[in-house]
């Protein structure tokens, strides 16, 4: 729901779906002739030991190279047909693993053989591509011991439900999952963020300290639960640095599940919005083709249509319906061609809006000067870049259709960059 003042005076007001509603049972969909799935590192075809014509189990670890840490779990039974470069966003280059799916489907029991003894490495071995993409790598940062682990039950961006629907249906494998993570990382400092008006309903259920958050975007971004927390925002170093690490609840549940289950899970749920803003759930294959589940709700995509996976404020914008739901795709946005606001290159005009806006009081109109040119590290030292939780308001209430947001994170990434360069080349 979005609020706005009858007099223009005030700020646009957005709110988060009511936990409090029914819950709407997701539609299963079926699994697909073939599946891709992206392990994280560049494909080098010379030394890869993953070949066309392999065949693979569910469940099985996939790695492209001997002792590589990279690697990506099987959603299906099938015969691998194809391994080619994938660019992702920033410049990032990955590897696209294609499989054939068999309709005999076997599963793989090296996890379930590593199940019997929960560990820190066994964690970061098999659950990084599981749904909800668990990040490990910080735990096993010496630099930075981490001391509190949160969990968000809900979904930062608007108009998604995929966070509520599990931490309302899958309390106990939450419960399974927390319990697992404190006894494979020593972490006892555990505490889920729900949404306030439903506290309640987990008070005393939830094996943590339940966070509260409310119901005004952007409340339930992971910054915004951060502050709420500890009563400030990371710098360039991030939230590890502070000791505090984040998992989705769905993760936090894959977790639980596949160690009672001694099975990894690989569907995800997936909350699919069409050009009305209707939405309905969904529980498809990792490596499922965005247009398989856009077909099974009667969504066409027409030319100059618009496909982006998470929500309205913060999603990224796809090129094809050939692409894949991966293990963090929490959402799938269309936009008819008729609702998508376009961006310029019209100057500041220094209305104020952005500022008035934004949530950690950025000077957000002197800010996106400085990115607008380039000098990133000006920006980052002088107006507060880190301070920026990346909701997107900024760009949404911006007349001159600056594209604010992109820019932001755009220069967080050359930062990002020129740091871990810098780290290579020390003694």
Known sequence: MRKRSFFGLSKPCFRYELATGTTVSPVVIPVPEKVTLYIKTPYQKTSAVLK?????KTGERLVLHEADPCSVISSVTGTICDISPFLADFGNAW??????????????????????????DTLNRFFPSCPGEPDFSALADDRHPVHTLVIYGGNADLLIDTGLYVLKTHI??????????????????????????????????????????????????????????????????????MGIHFFRAEAVAAIGRAFADGRLPVEKNVTVIDKTGKKHLAIARIGTPVGALLKAFGITVDNQDRIIFGGPMTGNAIYSEDLPIGPDTDAIL?????????????????????????????????????LEAGQYTDGAELYDLYSCIECGLCSYVCPSRIPIFQYIKLAKYELGRISFAEEMNEP
């Open 334 to 370: 269309v936009q008819a061609k008729s609702d998508i606001a376009l961006y310029s290159d019209y100057p500041c005009i220094n209305c104020g809006d952005c500022i008035r806006v934004c949530p950690a009081h950025v000077p957000v109109n002197l800010l996106v000067r400085f």
């Open 52 to 56: 066309p014509g392999r065949s693979v």
């Open 172 to 241: 106990d494998a939450i419960n399974a999952g927390i319990q697992i993570l404190r006894n494979a990382t020593g972490i006892r400092n555990i505490a889920i963020a729900v949404p306030r008006e439903s506290v309640q309903n987990y008070s005393g259920h939830l094996d943590a300290q339940v966070q509260p958050f409310g119901s005004a975007y952007p409340q339930a971004q992971p910054l915004m639960i951060l502050h709420a927390l500890t009563g400030r925002l990371p710098d360039e170093t991030g939230t590890a640095a």
């Open 95 to 120: 590897t696209a693993v294609t499989i054939r799916t068999d309709k005999n489907e076997m599963a793989d029991t090296a996890f379930s053989k590593a199940a019997e003894q929960p560990s820190l």
